[in-house]
């Protein structure tokens, strides 16, 4: 059994000539090691969700019930949202060079019409770029994380 972590590859339009999420894991991988670094800070909890869903299925065998098609199904939901706070919470900040990047540094957002984070009040903008999460543009990469085990 190996536990695979990657993200489910979809494009970011509807272009054939787009990237897509897939594209750019790759990319970040390649660059940052962002899914690595998650794995190598978060082992220990990762083998622990692992371990509570292989002691789950022997209780429940062991109990008479009826077992899962993956006993692993509701340790891919905790890791995946490891994942998402690890990306949130900036855990590698500062642990690489280029970490902060410079577009989350500098607001860049591909998700806004002008390509970069506002602060609205009251209707009106406030602030225009603010700092945002390396990694974290659209927001595709981070939801699109899986966590799978290939036997």
């Keep these: 059994m190996k536990l695979l972590i990657g993200v489910a590859d979809v494009p970011y339009t509807d272009s054939k000539e787009s990237a897509s999420t897939g594209d750019v894991a790759e990319i970040l991988e390649e660059k940052y090691h962002v899914m690595e670094i998650f794995y190598g ?25 009826k077992g899962k098609a993956d006993i692993f199904l509701g340790a891919y939901g905790s890791i995946e949202n490891e994942f998402h706070k690890y990306l949130d919470n900036e855990e590698m900040r500062g642990m690489i060079d280029g970490v902060p990047t410079q577009a989350a540094l500098d607001g860049i957002s591909s998700r806004f019409k002008k390509k970069k984070n506002n602060i609205y009040r009251k209707g009106k903008t406030v602030a225009t770029g603010v700092r ?20």
């Design 41 to 65: 800070i978060h082992q220990p909890d990762i083998i622990s969700t692992l371990e509570n869903g292989i002691a789950g299925a022997i209780e429940n065998t062991i109990a008479g019930k």
């Design 132 to 151: 945002r999460p390396s990694f974290i543009d659209s927001g595709m990469y981070r939801q699109m994380f899986k966590v799978w085990i290939d036997q």
